[in-house]
Each structure stands twice: as C-alpha cells, then as structure tokens.
C-alpha cells in the first residue's frame, strides 16, 4: 500500500511538500497521481505523472503544484506552492494499474492503490 506524509496546516501563500511511499512494488512502471477531496466534494484528480515523466495538471494547480517520483528512493511527490484556502482537503497519492495516466487526469476509477490520505489546511 502506499503511505502519505507532508499535510499540515499553513496561511494562504504558503508552501507544503507532500510525499508518498510504497514498499511493496516499484513506482516507476506505473502512472501515479495526487487527488484531493474537500469535505462534501468528490474527490478530484490534482496531477498525474506517467512512466515517462510526463505530468498533468488539473487547471485549478496550474503553475502553482508540481508534481515529481524519484524511482531510486520509489516516492512521489507534490510540491504545493502559493497555497489557497480552496486547496483545503485531503489529499491521496495513488498508482494506475497501467504505465499510462492517458495524458489525461483519470478519474479515481483509473487507479487501484491509495494511500490514507493527509490532510492540507489553508487559512486566509
């Protein structure tokens, strides 16, 4: 399974790091991705990453998260910066069954391994 840390609280315009972890099988095969869900909200795909490197971003993200895996240490990561409230919630890392995230963001249905989530709060 995989296992998230990084969440916390910070102000609006801050910064966090978010990172995720498997033990059981190697990252770098599969298209990996951050999601995020807000109380009563669904949960919505944030950025993937394929096997290639190759990343997406939803467009509320754009220009303010990366997402990024080093296969050597079999972890992925989300740098958030210029945090806004609305990017309050928590937040999962999870691996497609497939190599290809489609150049595309997923839906949830796309991937089969989740971690239990962190949580990011962010306040005015």
């Known amino acids: 399974h995989l296992v998230e840390s990084g969440g916390g609280s910070v102000q609006a315009g801050g910064s966090l790091r978010l990172s995720c972890a498997a033990s059981?099988?190697?990252?770098?095969?599969?298209?990996l991705a951050w999601f995020r869900q807000a109380p009563g909200k669904q949960r919505e795909g944030v950025a993937t990453?394929?096997?290639?490197?190759?990343?997406m971003y939803a467009d509320s993200v754009k220009g303010r998260f990366t997402i990024s895996r080093d296969n050597a240490n079999n972890t992925l990561a989300l740098q958030m910066n210029s945090l806004l409230p609305e990017d309050t919630a928590m937040y999962y890392c999870?691996?497609?069954?497939?190599?290809?995230?489609?150049?595309?963001?997923?839906?949830?249905?796309?991937?089969?391994?989740w971690g239990q989530g962190t949580q990011v709060t962010v306040s005015t």
């Open positions: 059981e099988y190697s990252f770098s095969s599969y298209c």
């Open positions: 999870a691996r497609a069954w497939s190599s290809s995230c489609g150049k595309t963001i997923r839906p949830a249905s796309w991937y089969e391994d």
């Open positions: 990453i394929e096997d290639d490197d190759s990343t």
